[in-house]
């Protein structure tokens, strides 16, 4: 278990910069979730980290020393990857013992260590069986092993379960966070899916174009986004935006939308009158009534869900979508009313995206 | 209705075509192949009035006289050490340079893949004189080597080739796995690479083997003591200096392409899935 810490790190491929000077620091025992869009450079922040690709400029630290010229092994680190890269033609013990093979370790210890991860792991009746012969979800598990079994000081997951179905992953999921917290190693995960950085995570880092937009817990960037990004990014269904002017009604801040409706907002945003922003409305903050902003428009789409409903509506020129309530009676083609409250409603200046 | 039957017709119909067609050319393959075996148990008169029809009488002693000589059961010894020699050699070399190219980016690397693959338009034969000259410099005429090094040289253009492509065609997050673990470039080639490199070892090997099996132009310039002679330059013996023994000549033929006839349809699968590894997405 160590600290790992980055200084101003960037990647270059020629004259192309992927990576602009991303620092961060994570503390022992942590677990960090890097999430972002495809090509924003989560991967490869992960793969310099690991030692699998070339640091153009800046330090990667990991327990305070800096390794930047060290090989991946040197660096204590252990790497599970979307395609699980589990060797063919060696059986379950043998991969996950293969590490520990080359380290030199004699036989019995290989073998108790093997035991030890397979048992935390439930693979124990695998073990002599070759990755061909084993389910996606046992891959992963043997995959997981084969880090946990060298007792590494980092964890660094790269989408692993990505290749999994949707119930899969779930469980894994589940899998994964309960390990973490019984090995309590440090890690860092990368994954496209804001659910599985919001589920799994300490803290999460959001990357756009090879910078962080913000780092914070789940909730702080659910309920305090930085900026426009990372307010469309985290949450799911994603928030409504709307264009509008800074206005006033009723002598109190609000946004005037194209169609001249207005939408009041918390007193306490920094806006100016007449500012030109983008107003922001999460899903589920919608309520079938109640205080606040009233906000009304004929029903495009019903999705029940289950518990909830999605229901898509047009209002002010726009398709919003609500979450409300699974017994919502609403229809296609009736008037969907709904409210929600004025500190609900997020702002961001138009220009910059930055929150307001 | 009239489209299924229309469609059956068709389906007869070129059905009746790929057979004919199929047939004639499995004909033409097997005509040689047959004619010389048949040949091999004709008299010498037999076989010039009567080259493709059966034997007027079946003379076994052909075949028997040839099986039972030591000569013969000598020479497959030599053709087989050259071969297993040649193999041996080529996987080995052939395979690291290839893992080299698939992997380690080096200045000038592209250069040197390129001036291995020259080597793929060149037949032995082209050089055979310049051959003779180094192999004779180096001391190595009349002995094994002499013939086992160049079939090793010249085999190296076509094999980097089939190992590189499929080395290049492993998984990366393999390497990087085995990266992570602790191997370098030489451990991920013994304990990762190769073990998955079956299917093209085979198929290198058998062409490899094949192709040493069958050489004859260059043990024929290299080697010139009898005893060190392979399969192929065997049928010299029965040339005479008033004439040759023809049927003895397709007995031993026949005799001598037994073995690799065998080894082809043992190996077959081994050699189409070397062969076609990495045309499609697995």
């Known amino acids: 278990m160590a600290s790992v810490e980055l200084r101003d790190i960037r990647k270059s491929y020629g004259a192309l910069e992927v990576i602009h000077g991303v620092s961060l620091a994570i503390v022992e025992g942590e677990f960090i979730a890097l999430v972002g869009p495809s090509g924003c450079g989560k991967s490869t922040l992960l793969r310099m980290i690991a030692g699998l690709e070339e640091i153009s400029d800046g330090e990667v630290l990991i327990g305070g020393r800096v390794v930047n010229p060290l090989t991946p092994r040197e660096r204590n680190i252990a790497m599970v990857f979307q395609s699980y890269a ?145 307010a469309g990014f985290i949450g799911s269904p994603a928030m409504n935006v709307l264009e509008g002017t800074v206005d006033a009604a009723d002598g109190e801040p609000a946004v005037r939308l194209g169609d001249g409706s207005a939408i009041r907002i918390a007193p306490e945003r920094k806006v100016r009158l007449g500012q030109a922003v983008r107003i922001g409305l999460r899903p589920e903050h919608f309520v079938a009534s109640g205080a606040g902003n009233a906000i009304s428009g004929p029903t495009l789409l019903v999705e029940p869900t289950g518990a909830q409903t999605h229901v898509l509506f047009e209002f002010a020129g726009e398709q919003i979508t609500a979450v409300v309530d699974g017994d919502h009676p609403a229809r296609h083609g009736s008037l969907f009313q709904a409210a929600m409250e004025r500190n609900q409603v997020y702002v961001f200046d138009r220009a910059t995206g930055a929150a307001l | 209705m009239t489209d299924t039957t229309s469609s059956a017709r068709m389906t007869a119909g070129t059905r009746l075509y790929l057979y004919v067609s199929l047939s004639l050319i499995a004909i033409l393959v097997l005509m040689p192949l047959v004619t010389t075996a048949l040949g091999g148990f004709k008299s010498l008169g037999d076989l010039r009035v009567n080259p493709f029809g059966l034997p007027s009488e079946w003379l076994w002693s052909n075949y028997l006289d040839i099986l039972f000589g030591d000569r013969y059961w000598r020479q497959m010894l030599n053709s087989l050490f050259i071969a297993i020699m040649t193999v041996t050699l080529t996987v080995i070399v052939s395979a690291m340079a290839a893992f080299t190219f698939a992997h380690v980016k080096f200045f000038g690397s592209n250069q ?162 070397g062969l076609t590894a990495g045309a499609v997405k697995s």
């Open chain 2, 112 to 273: 040197l893949l390129n001036y291995f693959l020259i080597g793929l338009m060149f037949p032995a034969a082209t050089a055979i004189l310049p051959l003779f000259i180094r192999i004779r410099d180096l001391g190595l005429l009349d002995s094994y080597w002499g013939v086992i090094l160049p079939q090793v040289a010249f085999g190296l253009g076509m094999s980097i080739l089939l190992f590189r492509n499929y080395f290049r065609n492993l998984p990366e997050e393999l390497f990087q796995a085995a990266f992570v673990d602790g191997c370098g470039y030489i451990r991920f080639f013994w304990h990762i690479s190769m073990p998955l490199s079956r299917p093209i070892v085979s198929t290198v090997s058998i062409i490899t083997f094949v192709h040493s099996w069958n050489s004859y132009i260059l043990p024929l310039i290299m080697l010139n003591t009898e005893e060190k002679y392979p399969w192929p330059l065997g049928i010299m013996v029965y040339r005479g200096e008033f004439g040759t023994d023809w049927q003895l000549v397709l007995a031993f033929i026949t005799l001598t392409i037994l073995p690799t006839v065998i080894v082809f349809f043992v190996a077959q699968k081994h050699i189409i899935a």
């Open chain 1, 86 to 230: 589990l060797y063919p033609h060696m059986t379950v013990a043998e991969n996950m013992g293969f590490n520990l093979k080359l380290s030199g370790l004699p036989r019995p210890q290989i073998d108790k260590r093997v035991g030890e991860a397979a048992r935390m792991l439930a693979l124990t009746e695998l073990l002599d069986r070759k990755p061909n012969q084993l389910s996606g979800g046992q891959r992963q598990r043997v995959a997981m092993g084969r880090a946990i079994v060298r007792d590494p000081a980092v964890f660094l997951f790269d989408e692993p379960l990505s290749n999994l179905d949707a119930k899969l992953r779930v469980q894994m999921r589940t899998e994964i966070k309960a390990l973490h917290q019984k090995v309590a190693t440090t890690s860092i995960y990368v994954t496209h899916d804001q659910i599985e950085a919001m589920t799994l995570a300490d803290r999460i880092v959001v990357l756009n174009g090879g910078r962080i937009e913000q780092v914070g817990t789940p909730l702080e960037l659910y309920r305090t986004p930085a900026n426009l990004f990372v």
